[in-house]
């Protein structure tokens, strides 16, 4: 990645043209920067400069990964239900790759930041397709197959998963109508959080279901028997049921919240 930008006693001040290839070698770069900074109006002192970046972080989907498995292992107490959200991740995060791929889209630091905002939405739908099997599993009767109730579970939640998720994919569509400088920033992170959460739309209605009649088997742990659950039911309980008596003293706290924020913020 090349970035040129502006120089005041050996300061940087104002970086342009971040994450775009100069044809030629740095000296032409600059050169073309020194053209630029000629033909503009720039205050007294400023110059061109160059920086080429050699070592840059590899997009590393593994600690996404591990958080996920940590997660459902925790509050589903079932490892091989923790396969089916691993499993989905890189899937979807190889569909978007492969789209970007297919339009010749670079990969930067923009365009990776949009699959990296997407990963929490993406491993979601299939998170909440889990834990519904699980549910169906601890009501059902003990003769009935276990494929008949993940199947229903599916379908219980299955198409309001897919269109929330569409939901989410088309919110980022006005991004597109950016044009000038703000559209060459934006629209990569815009591209890549659409093609992710589309992929993640498509596998929640039909790799995950497969996922789970391979990998949801064995027992399963109750809700009110696993500990993690328990703590945390235990904690929420008074919580809510003081919020719930003592209403108009909540709006309130949220008021005086939203208005300290807001005028930090001015």
């Known amino acids: ?34 053209e630029y900074c000629a033909e503009s109006d720039l205050p007294k ?7 080429h970046i050699e070592h840059l972080h590899p997009f590393d989907i593994r600690p996404n990964v591990q958080v996920v498995a940590l ?17 989905m991740l890189p899937v979807g995060v190889l569909i978007a790759f492969s789209l970007m791929h297919l339009l ?3 990969s930067n630091i923009m365009s990776l930041g949009g699959i990296a905002i997407a990963i929490g939405a993406m491993v979601d ?3 909440v397709m889990i834990e519904n099997a699980h549910k169906h599993i601890e009501r059902a009767l003990p003769e009935t197959p276990r494929l008949q109730i993940i199947i229903d579970a599916c379908k219980e939640v299955g198409p309001a998963l897919f269109f929330s998720l569409l939901i989410i994919t088309v919110s980022f569509l006005p991004v597109f109508t950016l ?8 629209q990569p992170l815009a591209f890549t959080k659409t093609f992710s959460m589309a992929g993640a739309a498509v596998l929640s209605v039909t790799l995950v279901p ?18 993690v659950n328990r703590f945390l039911i235990w904690i929420y ?5 003081g919020v719930m008596q003592w209403k108009k003293m909540t709006i309130f706290v949220a008021y005086r919240d939203w208005e300290t924020d807001r005028k930090s913020v001015v």
């Open 210 to 227: 497969v996922l789970m009649l391979l990998f949801v088997r064995g027992k399963i742990m109750p809700e009110g028997r696993n500990p």
């Open 104 to 106: 010749g889209l670079n």
């Open 1 to 34: 990645m090349r970035g040129g930008f502006l120089l005041r006693d050996d300061e940087v001040f104002f970086l342009i043209g971040q994450g775009h290839q100069y044809p030629g070698s740095a000296g032409d770069a600059i050169l073309v920067m020194g």
């Open 237 to 241: 309980r008074p919580v809510i049921s």
């Open 179 to 186: 044009e000038s400088q703000e559209g060459r920033m934006f």
């Open 45 to 51: 002192g400023f110059g061109p400069g160059f920086v």
């Open 71 to 87: 997660v459902c292992m925790l509050f589903l107490m079932h490892v091989r239900s923790a396969l089916v959200a691993i499993a």
């Open 125 to 127: 739908a299939a998170i």
